[in-house]
């Protein structure tokens, strides 16, 4: 399946057919993760569980920096 892509305001974008999006379960609004794969692209649904995971695992990182550096070697 071939698209375009378009001028959308100040920037450009594709827009994904209805029926794509019907199978994949997702609408207007759903977040994607742009996932570069050899030459092209990959798109995926963002999952909000694993986005409040990866933040909580970021703010454990930057408090416990110092310690986990010191684990480390």
Known sequence: M?????KIGNSEGII????????????AGDQLSL??????VRLEPVK???DKQLEAAR????????ALRELAK
């Open 48 to 50: 909000a569980d694993l």
């Open 35 to 40: 996932v570069r794969q050899g030459e092209g």
């Open 2 to 6: 071939n698209v375009t892509i378009r």
């Open 59 to 66: 703010e454990a990182m930057a408090k416990y920096r110092v």
């Open 16 to 27: 994904i057919p209805k029926e794509v999006l019907a199978e994949l379960g997702l609408n």
